[in-house]
């Protein structure tokens, strides 16, 4: 089988995460810079066997696309176009950064290192990968 690969996508930064090659549990990787995220999506698709993208929907409590759905959308849009024979799955991001936070205090990170930017990202990423995996079983 294949990874999937999942992206909390932001303004300023993305946080990847992806699954084993079993598609059992989702890891974070790390968070760069949005605007890079096609060269290195590029260079991880080049470098290892990824099936599909799975992207964090912004929803608000109602519901609705939150704030930051143009510059998502716009993300989502340059990875469709491309990475064409990759499917690209949306799923609900609502309070992923805040379950982030709560896993990282779990697991015993330090605050200084809660405080590092792109933990909370590549986290959430992973949270976003680990739900979509539980939807599909």
């Not at 176009?81 to 330090?110: C, Y």
């Amino acid at each position: 089988m294949a990874k999937i690969i999942a992206l909390d996508i932001g303004g300023k930064r993305t946080g990847l995460a992806e699954t084993d090659p079993y598609q059992i549990i989702a890891s974070p990787l790390y968070a760069i810079p949005t605007e890079e995220i096609v060269k290195e999506l590029q260079k991880l698709f080049a470098n290892e066997d990824y099936e599909s993208i799975v992207v964090g929907l912004p929803l608000n409590l109602q519901g609705e696309a939150a704030e930051s759905a143009p510059i998502i959308e716009a993300v989502v849009n340059q990875l469709k176009e491309t990475f064409p024979n990759i499917p690209l799955f949306r799923i609900d991001e609502r309070f992923t950064s805040k379950m982030a936070v709560q896993s990282m205090v779990a697991g015993g990170m330090s605050k200084k290192n809660r405080r590092v930017k792109g933990n909370i990202d590549k986290v959430s990423a992973a949270i976003i990968l680990q739900s979509f995996l539980e939807s599909q079983r």
